[in-house]
């Protein structure tokens, strides 16, 4: 196994224009208590919305109607917004290369949105 090539992978997308833009866009939002305050709410509900759905169950209401107002919070401000969005890119991103590494070795991933 050649690590040399992880770490080169590493930077090259520590060096790439998404992670960049993400690293802006975090700085930004973050400068706010309260816009870090609802993105930790809203990634803590996020994670209980998908591990319901996946279970095949669904979420409270209360804890629903909270998820839906602190997205509708989110998504409407310009900065919040635009990061939310840069970090699902992101992720796409990581989980693309991800699966091309799993393909090399042979794996098969069962992974919504990957194909």
Known sequence: MNYDLAHALAKQINESAEVREYQRLKEIVEESETTRALLKEYKRLQMMVQMAAMSG??????????????????????????????????????????????????????LPGLE
Not at 62 to 82: E, H, N, P, V
């Open 57 to 110: 169950q669904s979420l409270p209401g209360d804890d629903m109607s909270r998820f839906q107002s602190i997205s509708s919070l989110l998504y409407g401000g310009t900065d919040t917004s635009a990061f939310l969005l840069s970090e699902m890119r992101l992720q796409q991103a990581l989980a693309d290369i991800y699966n091309i590494i799993a393909k090399a070795a042979g794996m098969q991933l069962d």
